[in-house]
């Protein structure tokens, strides 16, 4: 799924899909009650008169003609109009996004005029369409209520021969009159109807992405809360991201993956997390098979805490309350006060009732990340990951989340991904990660004597640590 933008998604799900509700709303009651109207008066008309009534088909046919010229041309013309509508819902996305950053580095004027031609070639691809159909939109319209075309020279011609009557002749020219008006509204759909079918197509694709593959109800439950990689490899499409990763984590350890960036500590996390499936080989927790488990049991072990935590447009209270459905307010707030957020969240406009906004963005980076990881801590779950958990902390704000985390994680299983080496120079073992496969791995000390890669990390960040600790 990550290979496409959430603006192309958006655009699916919300414009596209929308675009044909009218049409499915509309096209049983009113395409095929005009539809049938116009038959019966049709059916009606051949009875009077045969010969004058298929006279009258003419404008019938060279109506239908010029349809199928503008029909025969949807193939070329819409998959364009969706794919410039994609990238213009694409560039709209980044554009807004991205808005903060635009404007600090100054590049106002390049990124509008981004947005600004992803906007004209999104309007001239439907404008050129449209003028290439001009001609024949309008010869089909003006052809189809033409019924006259045919039936006047015919009618006049069979009345002189005396095969038909005047007031038969006025009765036929009413009567076609009110079936090309049905006929009109109806092939007014066809286009919509096309569309449908390009349009569901866009949604099957993504109905159709692969799934995880779980029980609806568990097939066994973990024995208790030791995590288990054997041989796993997984790849972003066709790029191999992990070569057969081994791991053991014992119950109720600390554990931490570090490594250069890139080199697959979040993928292996989100792999235990069970928000993705091993291409190849097993993760196993409590001996039992992740693949074994249902989603709903599996989410009552695992609290998974990220870098980039997802606030919902909700008040502090109920994002925190995700964590437990069931939980009551005061256990709410006794979780914020142990993640160290009560007081923060008291001094928001409306305490705990505040609105954090659209992906928690009336927050900072900092007061996301405290209140996913109070979120954590009311979830209580024998598992706890933490990918870079402090990441967008100020120095003070991390003692307080450290004491915090020190707090969620007594007497559980913890997997923690840090690029702040001090941060896990106490974990029971630590995994170094290099190019998607386990470099090495034991304590910091053992690490530090068998590992090359481990002590060039440390030496660096010691270095760093100490110049930022140098008075300016």
Request: glycine content about 8%; aromatic content about 8%.
């Amino acid at each position: 799924m990550q290979e496409q933008s959430s603006g192309s998604y958006k655009n699916t799900i919300c414009e596209r899909v929308d675009s044909i509700e009218t049409t499915l709303a509309h096209i049983v009651p009113e395409f095929t009650s005009n539809i049938c109207g116009a038959i019966v008066i049709f059916i009606y008309m051949l009875t009077v008169d045969w010969r004058v009534t298929l006279w009258s088909l003419i404008a019938v046919v060279l109506g239908f003609a010029a349809f199928a010229v503008m029909m025969s041309s949807m193939p070329k013309w819409f998959p364009q109009t969706v794919v410039k509508s994609k990238i213009l819902n694409d560039t709209a996305v980044e554009y807004i996004n991205g808005i903060e950053v635009i404007k600090a580095f100054g590049q106002s004027k390049t990124s509008y005029g981004k947005f600004v031609k992803a906007a004209q070639e999104g309007a001239d691809c439907f404008i050129d369409w449209m003028r290439s159909q001009n001609f024949w939109q309008n010869f089909g319209m003006a052809s189809f209520p033409a019924t006259l075309l045919g039936m006047l020279p015919a009618g006049v011609h069979f009345m002189m021969n005396g095969s038909l009557t005047q007031a038969d002749m006025i009765l036929l020219i009413i009567l076609s009159f009110g079936v090309m008006t049905p006929l009109i509204i109806a092939f007014g759909y066809t286009d919509d109807i096309s569309m449908i079918s390009i349009i569901m197509g866009e949604v099957a694709d993504i109905m159709d992405k692969e799934d995880l593959k779980r029980p609806e109800k568990s097939k066994g439950l973990p024995a208790d809360n030791s995590i288990e990689l054997s041989d796993v490899h997984f790849a972003y499409k066709e790029k191999e991201i992990l070569h057969g990763v081994n791991m053991q984590i014992k119950p109720g350890t600390i554990n931490a993956l570090v490594g250069p960036s890139g080199s697959g500590k979040s993928t292996i996390a989100k792999l235990i997390a069970s928000l993705w499936d091993v291409n190849s080989g097993s993760i196993r927790i409590g001996n039992t098979d992740l693949r074994d488990i249902s989603l709903s049991d599996m989410g009552k072990y695992i609290a998974y805490v990220s870098q980039e935590n997802y606030l919902f447009n909700l008040s502090v209270m109920d994002n925190i309350r995700i964590g437990n459905s069931s939980a009551t307010d005061e256990e709410v707030m006794n979780a914020a006060k142990q993640c160290g957020c009560h007081d923060f969240i008291m001094q928001l406009e409306n305490g705990y009732q505040t609105i954090c906004g659209g992906a928690g963005g009336h927050l900072s980076g900092g007061e996301r990340q405290r209140i996913a990881i109070a979120r954590a801590m009311l979830k209580n779950a024998p598992i706890v990951i933490l990918d870079e958990a402090t990441s967008y902390t100020d120095p003070e704000s991390e003692a307080v989340i450290q004491s915090a985390l020190s707090r969620l994680i007594q007497g559980k299983t913890v997997l923690m991904i840090a690029h702040r080496l001090s941060t896990v120079s106490d974990c029971d073992c630590i995994y170094v990660i290099q190019d998607g496969n386990v470099a090495a791995a034991g304590t910091h000390e053992e690490l530090l004597r068998d590992c090359m890669l481990y002590k060039n990390m440390w030496n660096a960040h010691i270095s760093v640590k100490d110049n930022e600790e140098v008075p300016a």
